[in-house]
């Protein structure tokens, strides 16, 4: 007798956890007018990436994770941008990078600004 089960995705079974995560994560973010941030800015910010980080017992629980590098590898050099990219795509956000020149008190720096949009 062949069963007609199938296993159900985590994302599918527990699809109201995983909106919330995903609304965490984009407050989080603090977004711009242009749904978008900015790496340099966010690489100076240890609240943002704590807030990230702790999330990841329950992303580990309510999402498919085993093959994302910031939630199970410790030699990623920015777990916190990682996890954040593969949680977005995986929720059906595009992730577009562009490198920028970005003023700061310190002067002009090469970086990185994402835009996170919604398919």
Same mark, same amino acid.
């Given at each position: 007798? #062949? =069963? $007609?089960?199938? !296993?159900?995705?985590? &994302? *599918?079974?527990?699809? $109201? *956890?995983?909106?919330?995560?995903?609304?965490?994560?984009? $407050?989080?973010?603090?977004? +711009?007018?242009?749904? =978008?941030?900015?790496?340099? +800015?966010? +690489?100076? +910010?240890?609240?943002?990436?704590?807030? %990230?980080?702790?999330?990841?017992? $329950? #992303?580990?629980?309510?999402?498919? =994770? =085993?093959?994302?590098?910031? %939630? @199970? &590898?410790?030699?990623?050099?920015?777990?916190?941008?990682? #996890?954040? !990219? @593969?949680?977005?795509?995986?929720?059906?956000?595009?992730?577009? @990078?562009?490198? %920028? %020149?970005?003023?700061?008190?310190?002067?002009?720096?090469?970086?990185?600004?994402?835009? #996170?949009?919604?398919?």
């Amino acid at each position: 007798m #062949i =069963s $007609n089960k199938t !296993r159900v995705k985590k &994302e *599918e079974k527990y699809k $109201n *956890e995983c909106e919330e995560i995903t609304q965490q994560i984009i $407050n989080i973010l603090q977004l +711009d007018k242009d749904n =978008s941030f900015i790496l340099y +800015d966010f +690489d100076r +910010d240890p609240v943002k990436q704590e807030k %990230i980080l702790a999330l990841s017992s $329950n #992303i580990k629980k309510y999402f498919a =994770s =085993s093959y994302w590098n910031g %939630i @199970n &590898e410790k030699t990623t050099i920015r777990p916190y941008l990682t #996890i954040v !990219r @593969n949680l977005l795509k995986n929720q059906g956000y595009l992730f577009i @990078n562009k490198s %920028i %020149i970005y003023n700061t008190s310190a002067g002009k720096v090469k970086t990185t600004r994402y835009y #996170i949009i919604k398919t």
